[in-house]
T-cell receptor, first 111, second 112 residues
């Protein structure tokens, strides 16, 4: 079964607005990663947060991690049309050898 | 560096045919994996390898075989294609300890 589950499944916003996506997972993790996928393309790694970190920033991206609630959120500030994509969270399995993805959030940013 | 490459980009098979999807990486990563992506299902792990000569099953391994004779290559074999294997297949590589994955561009497979 999939380890991570993103919420919402789809999100539509206007350019300039912030977009927040959430990820919940089931078991203990070593780290949690977020990826972006543009339509018809492979996934691109965005940001990684370790289990002992609570917040991490990268440009317009902000990721938080709450291990007590087994959840993470990805915030994209000042969204642009180019941010239109699907976003996935991924966690390592318990053995630490496989990365398991959620079903993703589809973000649509209109100008 | 080319990163992760996959061939072919598109493939149509008839039910019962076999084929091999190729994946190669030039980053000297120990870890490689195969995923399939279906609408509404996200990415599901098929097989993975933590190094040459070592492979293991993921979430949906049935109907697929893999081998890892070199660090660079990780081919995925469909033994007897079925319509349920119609999907987009992605290969990825990563390096411990964090396993940030680098993905190939994907192979779109249709089985009729």
């Amino acid at each position: 079964s999939q380890q991570g589950e993103e919420d919402p499944q789809a999100l539509s916003i206007q350019e300039g607005e912030n977009a927040t996506m959430n990820c919940s997972y089931k078991t203990s993790i070593n780290n949690l990663q977020w990826y972006r996928q543009n339509s018809g393309r492979g996934l691109v790694h965005l940001i990684l947060i370790r289990s002992n970190e609570r917040e991490k920033h990268s440009g317009r991206l902000r990721v938080t991690l709450d291990t007590s609630k087994k959840s993470s959120s990805l915030l994209i500030t000042a969204s642009r049309a180019a941010d239109t994509a699907s976003y996935f969270c991924a966690t390592r399995n318990q053995a630490g050898t496989a990365l398991i993805f959620g079903k993703g959030t589809t973000l649509s940013v209109s100008s | 560096n080319a990163g992760v490459t996959q061939t072919p980009k598109f493939q149509v098979l008839k039910t019962g045919q076999s084929m091999t999807l190729q994946c190669a990486q030039d980053m000297n990563h120990e870890y490689m994996s195969w995923y399939r992506q279906d609408p509404g299902m996200g990415l599901r792990l098929i097989h993975y390898s933590v190094g040459a000569g070592i492979t293991d099953q993921g979430e949906v391994p049935n109907g697929y075989n893999v081998s890892r004779s070199t660090t660079e290559d990780f081919p995925l074999r469909l033994l007897s294609a079925a319509p349920s294997q119609t999907s987009v297949y992605f290969c990825a590589s990563a390096e411990p300890p964090q396993y940030e994955q680098y993905f190939g561009p994907g192979t779109r497979l249709t089985v009729t």
